[in-house]
């Protein structure tokens, strides 16, 4: 994984106007970047993205979308916050990455990481089903899904000793109002 | 003091004990939750992920709703609802899509922008203070060695929750003191648990979340007290991953702040849902005399 940080950026689809699109959805500009690499040092996971913080903000720059889109890190931010804060330009990482996620997703690119892909969209199909997040439930279509069935039975054998496996949610009574909020949503279709 | 309540999903079902004990803590302290009726999911890290719209949508219902109950604020005891709720708020001043979801709800966003969202510890440390906290001890906690660990999204980003330091916040350590235990110096206040990724990247958690353990311990902390579920939720049932990984016995409970407000206050230990936790706080709370 380390060897592959060093690999030269593909800019596969060039497009100048990448920037001014982020500046629009994302309210942040990555023109003011002068690439001092706060975001980077600070950031939690930096160590296994293929592109770091500052990268990405050049590769918008460049306007590599393809590769914005296709790049493993897109799916491991865990959305901290750090270079949101440290950036002296403050330039919206977290946000970039959500916006260009959301357009991988809608324009079905395969996820570098189909596991974090799959764990959203379930989640998000339990709150079009209920209005809420039932944990149990939601875990247990997440294992079968994966079929990973041992990996996490002792995990599983705690929890449930300590009544903390709760397999009802309440459903939202105005269910059709919040279903209407995915109405726009790749999930609606899917589901 | 009236304050509407949006507990979250996780407060309803593995974090249970946080909910009982902020609801049986604030009663204490004479503030009056209640809780948002009929209120949604804030869409956590899966909806913003993959639908800025959406996440948005979700999370300004719930802010219709606080504001339908005819109250200007609303608490919530998860870091991650907190930012969501009070992202939303921000979003929907300024987002030209708000019109559209505006559409999608059948209603006006207009009084959900005037809605104050405060983390519950903000609510503690702002509105009750802490010279009443100290009042209320009945129970000195006994000078026991804590890492306060707030996680990402208490404090960040600066701009949205507007609350203590982003990276060397204070409030939590205070409100330790003041119960009468000590907090100790540490690396780790407010680095990432790994977040949402326990099931989808437990690779994530457990080196992330290895990192905030093993610094806890090299501080000389006892426990590790969270304000957040899904930072309990980490730590807690990924320890025994991160003990084989990293080659240590850590046995290091993860507390809710709440929980120590509710003993120091001189509720029991099962009152307040410690017997919940899978790492067991039980023998370094009777060593100090603060359970049987």
Partial sequence: MTADIYRPMRLNDISSSLPEE?????????????????????????????YTPRKIVQLVKLGAEDTLLKMDALWICVAC???VDRCPSGINIPRILDYMREKAYRQGVKAGRSNVELFHNLMLESIRNTGRVAETPLLVKYIFRTRQYLKDTNLGRKLFFKGKLNPFSPRVKNINQVRRLFINTPVNKEG | MDIAYYPGCSLHSMAHEYDVSTRLVCQHLGIRLHEVPDWNCC????AHSLDHQLAVGLSGRNLLLVNDMKLKQVTTPCAGCFNRLKTAGSELKIDSRSDEIEKLLGTSLASAREVEVAHILQVMIEEIGLEAIGQQVAKSLNGIKL???????????????????????????????????QTVNWSHKAECCGGGFTASQTDIVVDLGGQVLEAARQAGAEAIVVACPMCQANLDTRQTEIEDVNGIKYHMPIIYFTQLMGLAFGYSATKVGLNRLLTSPFNLLKSRGLAV
């Fill in chain 1, 22 to 50: 982020i500046k629009t959805a994302c309210n942040t500009d990555v023109n003011l970047c002068m690439e001092c690499g706060k975001c980077s040092g600070g950031c939690s996971n930096a160590h296994i993205f293929d």
């Fill in chain 2, 147 to 181: 890492a306060s660990y707030y996680g990402c999204l208490i404090t960040r980003p600066k701009a949205i929750a507007r609350f203590d330091d982003p990276e060397q916040p204070v409030s939590l350590d205070h409100i330790l003191q003041v119960l009468g235990a």
């Fill in chain 1, 81 to 83: 916050q750090l270079c």
């Fill in chain 2, 43 to 46: 869409g956590a890290t899966a």
